[in-house]
T-cell receptor, first 110, second 113 residues
Protein backbone atom coordinates (compact mmCIF):
# COMPACT_ATOMS: atom_id res chain seq x y z
CA UNK A 1 0.00 0.00 0.00
CA UNK A 2 1.20 3.48 -0.86
CA UNK A 3 2.39 5.74 1.93
CA UNK A 4 0.25 8.79 2.67
CA UNK A 5 1.25 12.09 4.23
CA UNK A 6 -1.13 14.34 6.12
CA UNK A 7 -0.63 17.50 8.17
CA UNK A 8 -0.71 16.67 11.87
CA UNK A 9 -3.36 19.24 12.75
CA UNK A 10 -5.78 21.78 11.27
CA UNK A 11 -8.34 24.27 12.56
CA UNK A 12 -11.65 25.22 11.00
CA UNK A 13 -14.39 27.63 12.03
CA UNK A 14 -17.83 26.16 12.56
CA UNK A 15 -20.00 26.49 9.46
CA UNK A 16 -17.05 26.85 7.13
CA UNK A 17 -15.73 24.20 4.78
CA UNK A 18 -12.95 22.02 6.14
CA UNK A 19 -10.47 20.96 3.49
CA UNK A 20 -8.16 18.18 4.60
CA UNK A 21 -5.24 17.41 2.27
CA UNK A 22 -3.49 14.10 1.73
CA UNK A 23 -0.41 13.35 -0.30
CA UNK A 24 -0.04 9.88 -1.84
CA UNK A 25 2.57 10.44 -4.52
CA UNK A 26 3.51 6.74 -4.77
CA UNK A 27 -0.03 5.51 -5.28
CA UNK A 28 -0.40 2.79 -7.88
CA UNK A 29 -3.12 2.45 -10.47
CA UNK A 30 -5.20 -0.08 -8.55
CA UNK A 31 -5.07 1.67 -5.18
CA UNK A 32 -8.07 3.49 -3.84
CA UNK A 33 -7.99 6.46 -1.49
CA UNK A 34 -9.98 5.87 1.69
CA UNK A 35 -10.86 8.33 4.43
CA UNK A 36 -11.81 7.43 7.97
CA UNK A 37 -12.22 9.57 11.06
CA UNK A 38 -11.95 8.85 14.74
CA UNK A 39 -13.76 10.86 17.33
CA UNK A 40 -12.11 10.77 20.73
CA UNK A 41 -12.45 7.42 22.50
CA UNK A 42 -14.42 5.84 19.67
CA UNK A 43 -13.45 3.44 16.91
CA UNK A 44 -12.68 4.88 13.46
CA UNK A 45 -15.62 5.56 11.17
CA UNK A 46 -15.60 5.16 7.40
CA UNK A 47 -16.23 8.41 5.49
CA UNK A 48 -15.65 7.94 1.78
CA UNK A 49 -13.36 6.37 -0.79
CA UNK A 50 -12.51 6.85 -4.45
CA UNK A 51 -10.21 5.71 -7.25
CA UNK A 52 -9.82 8.60 -9.67
CA UNK A 53 -13.15 10.35 -9.96
CA UNK A 54 -14.39 12.82 -7.40
CA UNK A 55 -16.86 11.32 -4.99
CA UNK A 56 -19.57 12.76 -2.78
CA UNK A 57 -21.80 11.27 -0.13
CA UNK A 58 -23.88 12.58 2.72
CA UNK A 59 -20.83 13.10 4.91
CA UNK A 60 -18.20 14.59 2.63
CA UNK A 61 -16.68 15.08 -0.81
CA UNK A 62 -13.44 13.60 -2.03
CA UNK A 63 -11.43 15.42 -4.66
CA UNK A 64 -8.59 13.44 -6.27
CA UNK A 65 -6.10 15.22 -8.50
CA UNK A 66 -5.80 14.09 -12.09
CA UNK A 67 -2.37 12.53 -11.49
CA UNK A 68 -3.81 10.87 -8.34
CA UNK A 69 -0.83 11.95 -6.27
CA UNK A 70 -2.93 13.89 -3.80
CA UNK A 71 -6.48 14.27 -2.64
CA UNK A 72 -8.61 16.52 -0.47
CA UNK A 73 -11.45 15.57 1.83
CA UNK A 74 -14.03 18.34 2.06
CA UNK A 75 -16.51 18.71 4.90
CA UNK A 76 -18.75 21.40 3.38
CA UNK A 77 -20.16 22.88 6.57
CA UNK A 78 -18.07 21.79 9.52
CA UNK A 79 -19.76 21.41 12.90
CA UNK A 80 -18.28 20.99 16.34
CA UNK A 81 -19.08 17.27 16.08
CA UNK A 82 -16.65 17.02 13.17
CA UNK A 83 -13.74 17.55 15.57
CA UNK A 84 -11.81 14.30 15.15
CA UNK A 85 -8.68 12.70 13.76
CA UNK A 86 -8.98 12.11 10.01
CA UNK A 87 -7.05 9.31 8.36
CA UNK A 88 -6.22 9.07 4.66
CA UNK A 89 -5.23 5.63 3.40
CA UNK A 90 -4.25 4.38 -0.04
CA UNK A 91 -4.74 0.70 -0.69
CA UNK A 92 -5.82 -1.74 -3.36
CA UNK A 93 -9.34 -3.13 -3.17
CA UNK A 94 -7.89 -6.56 -2.48
CA UNK A 95 -5.27 -5.38 -0.01
CA UNK A 96 -5.51 -6.88 3.42
CA UNK A 97 -4.11 -4.33 5.77
CA UNK A 98 -5.08 -0.77 6.46
CA UNK A 99 -2.15 1.22 7.81
CA UNK A 100 -3.71 4.30 9.28
CA UNK A 101 -0.70 6.29 10.43
CA UNK A 102 -1.36 9.28 12.68
CA UNK A 103 -3.82 11.26 10.56
CA UNK A 104 -4.83 14.92 10.82
CA UNK A 105 -6.36 16.20 14.02
CA UNK A 106 -9.13 18.59 12.98
CA UNK A 107 -10.41 21.08 15.53
CA UNK A 108 -13.65 22.85 14.67
CA UNK A 109 -14.07 26.02 16.71
CA UNK A 110 -17.21 28.04 17.44
CA UNK B 1 -28.37 -4.48 13.31
CA UNK B 2 -25.83 -4.69 16.11
CA UNK B 3 -22.40 -3.24 15.53
CA UNK B 4 -19.01 -4.68 16.34
CA UNK B 5 -18.79 -5.64 19.99
CA UNK B 6 -15.54 -5.79 21.89
CA UNK B 7 -15.05 -7.11 25.39
CA UNK B 8 -13.84 -6.20 27.88
CA UNK B 9 -13.87 -2.43 27.36
CA UNK B 10 -11.26 -1.75 30.02
CA UNK B 11 -8.77 -3.94 31.80
CA UNK B 12 -5.67 -3.63 33.91
CA UNK B 13 -2.92 -6.23 33.95
CA UNK B 14 0.58 -6.45 35.34
CA UNK B 15 3.79 -7.15 33.48
CA UNK B 16 4.28 -10.80 32.62
CA UNK B 17 0.59 -11.65 32.60
CA UNK B 18 -1.37 -12.57 29.53
CA UNK B 19 -4.63 -11.16 28.23
CA UNK B 20 -7.37 -12.29 25.86
CA UNK B 21 -9.62 -9.80 24.08
CA UNK B 22 -12.80 -10.71 22.28
CA UNK B 23 -14.50 -9.31 19.20
CA UNK B 24 -17.93 -10.13 17.81
CA UNK B 25 -18.30 -8.84 14.24
CA UNK B 26 -21.43 -7.54 12.58
CA UNK B 27 -23.71 -10.40 11.63
CA UNK B 28 -22.75 -11.71 8.20
CA UNK B 29 -19.28 -10.22 8.24
CA UNK B 30 -16.58 -12.82 7.77
CA UNK B 31 -13.44 -10.72 8.02
CA UNK B 32 -12.09 -9.48 11.33
CA UNK B 33 -8.97 -7.37 11.69
CA UNK B 34 -7.22 -6.11 14.80
CA UNK B 35 -5.36 -2.86 15.41
CA UNK B 36 -3.29 -1.40 18.19
CA UNK B 37 -3.53 2.31 18.89
CA UNK B 38 -1.02 4.20 21.02
CA UNK B 39 -0.31 7.93 21.23
CA UNK B 40 3.21 7.47 19.92
CA UNK B 41 2.65 5.04 17.05
CA UNK B 42 -0.89 5.82 16.01
CA UNK B 43 -3.16 3.11 14.64
CA UNK B 44 -1.21 0.01 13.62
CA UNK B 45 -2.43 -3.17 11.96
CA UNK B 46 -1.99 -6.38 13.96
CA UNK B 47 -3.62 -9.15 11.92
CA UNK B 48 -6.65 -10.10 9.89
CA UNK B 49 -8.74 -13.24 9.89
CA UNK B 50 -11.11 -14.51 7.25
CA UNK B 51 -12.98 -17.82 7.45
CA UNK B 52 -10.97 -18.87 10.52
CA UNK B 53 -7.64 -18.33 8.71
CA UNK B 54 -5.10 -15.63 9.42
CA UNK B 55 -4.67 -13.85 6.08
CA UNK B 56 -2.18 -11.19 6.98
CA UNK B 57 -0.09 -10.11 9.92
CA UNK B 58 1.45 -6.82 10.88
CA UNK B 59 4.89 -6.20 12.30
CA UNK B 60 4.32 -7.32 15.87
CA UNK B 61 6.18 -9.92 17.95
CA UNK B 62 4.94 -13.47 18.36
CA UNK B 63 3.53 -12.59 21.78
CA UNK B 64 0.56 -11.22 19.86
CA UNK B 65 -1.69 -13.91 18.46
CA UNK B 66 -5.26 -14.37 17.47
CA UNK B 67 -7.85 -16.74 16.17
CA UNK B 68 -11.25 -16.75 14.59
CA UNK B 69 -14.07 -19.13 15.28
CA UNK B 70 -16.58 -20.66 12.89
CA UNK B 71 -19.16 -18.02 13.84
CA UNK B 72 -16.61 -15.32 12.81
CA UNK B 73 -16.05 -14.17 16.37
CA UNK B 74 -12.41 -13.48 17.02
CA UNK B 75 -10.05 -13.33 19.96
CA UNK B 76 -6.60 -11.90 20.29
CA UNK B 77 -4.12 -12.84 22.94
CA UNK B 78 -1.07 -11.05 24.23
CA UNK B 79 1.30 -13.11 26.35
CA UNK B 80 4.04 -11.95 28.69
CA UNK B 81 2.68 -8.44 28.82
CA UNK B 82 5.06 -5.49 28.72
CA UNK B 83 4.44 -1.91 29.77
CA UNK B 84 4.54 -0.90 26.11
CA UNK B 85 1.55 -3.08 25.37
CA UNK B 86 -0.68 -0.54 27.09
CA UNK B 87 -2.94 0.62 24.28
CA UNK B 88 -6.39 0.73 22.80
CA UNK B 89 -7.00 -2.47 20.86
CA UNK B 90 -9.53 -2.07 18.09
CA UNK B 91 -11.34 -4.72 16.15
CA UNK B 92 -12.94 -4.13 12.76
CA UNK B 93 -15.18 -6.31 10.66
CA UNK B 94 -16.05 -6.30 6.99
CA UNK B 95 -18.04 -8.45 4.60
CA UNK B 96 -15.03 -9.82 2.78
CA UNK B 97 -11.29 -9.80 3.29
CA UNK B 98 -10.64 -6.34 4.66
CA UNK B 99 -12.04 -4.77 1.53
CA UNK B 100 -13.53 -1.34 1.41
CA UNK B 101 -15.47 -0.22 4.38
CA UNK B 102 -14.41 -1.43 7.79
CA UNK B 103 -16.73 -1.24 10.78
CA UNK B 104 -14.88 -0.69 14.03
CA UNK B 105 -15.79 -1.55 17.58
CA UNK B 106 -15.27 0.81 20.50
CA UNK B 107 -12.06 -0.94 21.49
CA UNK B 108 -10.57 -2.58 24.56
CA UNK B 109 -8.33 -0.31 26.57
CA UNK B 110 -5.51 -2.29 28.15
CA UNK B 111 -3.31 -0.85 30.88
CA UNK B 112 -0.22 -2.78 31.87
CA UNK B 113 1.28 -1.88 35.24
Amino acid sequence: DAKTTQPPSMDCAEGRAANLPCNHSTISGNEYVYWYRQIHSQGPQYIIHGLKNNETNEMASLIITEDRKSSTLILPHATLRDTAVYYCIARSISGYALNFGKGTSLLVTP
Amino acid sequence: KAGVTQTPRYLIKTRGQQVTLSCSPISGHRSVSWYQQTPGQGLQFLFEYFSETQRNKGNFPGRFSGRQFSNSRSEMNVSTLELGDSALYLCASSLAQATGELFFGEGSRLTVL
